[in-house]
């Protein structure tokens, strides 16, 4: 068996490193890329959403270079994303390749059993210990924490250096690097290593730069290419941008989520204006532009894959918090069609009425 995965953010660091130690054989997926697009957006259905096109075309590449099992996470509620898996194998099937896939929902929806029987499907093929493989999970969990928590505070500080490029540089060494590690262990002491150099970065703590909250559909936040790299194009703008929504939120997440007690704060903030789930993570957009208003962000760009039916929910939401708390949000629709030049043209607008904002401390809506 050679597996695959999805690219979701920095899950990758983390799955490669538990791979590694089980000595299961596996295929990094390629970073996300416009011949994924263009080979996804061909063989998918027109209507469907923007990820499904990057992953099935990330398959494919995936499978030539020898996959054929290809790991998925579960759904998230009620949105296309429950029937990725269906479509996918269908179209996979009709272009002749065929591959398994082992979908990893969460307990709650396919029962323990269930769940249980998935993981074990994919640990059958290691040949190392139970305690060995329960170990290598754990210490995956670390990883997606680490290396979360690198990206966060790569993000934050780059609006405060003194060395314009210094934390940006840093962050794309430290996943290079990341990647030419073998294991959890190598893995694990590498991103410590980086953790205590982000510390080390010369800052100005007097420079009050411009902070935006990176909102919206999960996919699309976390894959770069899908976003047209908002977040190192703000960093080069010397703006600090934060994103709730990581790898390491959505374990956490999917774990309290049975005991009711995830997301909290992002429930609490969300109740006013939208107080049900509806599918994808509708509901954490609009309880996060809530929040980073309370947490005196400077304004929130949503980005909203073309097709997704729970950002457009959140979208017809979000103008209502804007108007309501004087706190500008930018929507910015991506799909195959998006032209890099119009996109950079709308974020530095957007930048730019922020800055405008702030200098004059001029109170108006958006
Ligand atoms: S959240 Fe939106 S973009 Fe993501 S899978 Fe669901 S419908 Fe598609």
Same mark, same amino acid.
């Given at each position: ?10 899950? &990758? ?40 096109? #990057? ?29 990725? %898996? ?10 002749? &390749? ?44 670390? #990883? ?5 928590? #690198? ?54 703590? &007097? ?7 990176? #909102? ?91 097709? %997704? ?58």
């Amino acid at each position: 068996m050679k597996v695959t995965f999805p690219q979701l953010g920095n899950t &990758y660091f983390a799955v490669k490193a538990i791979f590694d130690d089980l000595e299961i054989e596996y295929i990094l997926p390629p970073v996300s890329n416009k011949t994924c697009l263009e080979m996804g957006s061909k063989i998918s259905p027109e209507e469907m959403c923007f990820p499904f096109k #990057i992953m099935i075309g990330a398959y494919i590449q995936s499978i030539e270079e020898g996959a054929d099992t290809i790991i998925l996470p579960g759904s998230c509620g009620p949105c296309r994303y429950g029937e990725y %898996c269906e479509l996918q194998i269908n179209i996979l099937k009709k272009l002749g &390749y065929n591959v398994n896939f082992i979908v990893i929902d969460a307990p709650k929806s396919i029962g323990k059993d269930e769940f249980l029987n998935r993981v074990s499907k994919i640990g059958q093929y290691s040949k190392k210990s139970k305690t060995e493989k329960i170990s290598a999970v754990l210490k995956g969990y670390k #990883i997606i924490n680490l290396i979360d928590d #690198i990206e966060r505070k790569a993000r934050l500080l780059s609006g405060y250096e003194i060395n314009k490029g210094e934390v940006k540089n840093l962050l794309r060494k430290c996943k290079r690097d990341a990647l030419n590690t073998l294991g959890t262990k190598e893995m694990i002491n590498l991103l410590i290593k980086y953790k205590k150099k982000l510390d080390n970065i010369k800052l100005d703590k &007097y420079r009050n730069p411009i902070k935006i909250a990176i #909102i919206g559909e999960i996919y699309t936040i976390l894959e770069p290419f899908s976003n047209q790299y908002i977040e190192d194009k703000l960093m080069d703008m010397g703006v600090s941008t934060q994103k709730s929504l990581t790898p390491s939120w959505w374990v956490k997440n999917t774990v309290l989520s049975p005991l009711k007690l995830n997301s909290l704060d992002i429930r609490r903030a969300s109740k006013k204006y939208l107080s049900l789930y509806i599918g994808g993570h509708g509901r954490e957009c609009v309880g996060e532009a809530v929040l980073a208003h309370k947490k005196g962000f400077d304004g929130a760009i949503q980005i909203l894959p073309m097709g %997704c039916m729970p950002e457009i929910v959140s979208k017809s939401i979000l103008p209502t918090i804007s108007k309501e708390k004087n706190f500008p949000i930018m929507t910015l629709v991506v799909d195959e069609m998006t032209g890099e030049a119009g996109f950079d043209t709308r974020v530095e607008a957007f930048v730019d009425l922020l800055e405008r904002r702030k200098d004059k401390n001029v109170l108006y809506g958006y």
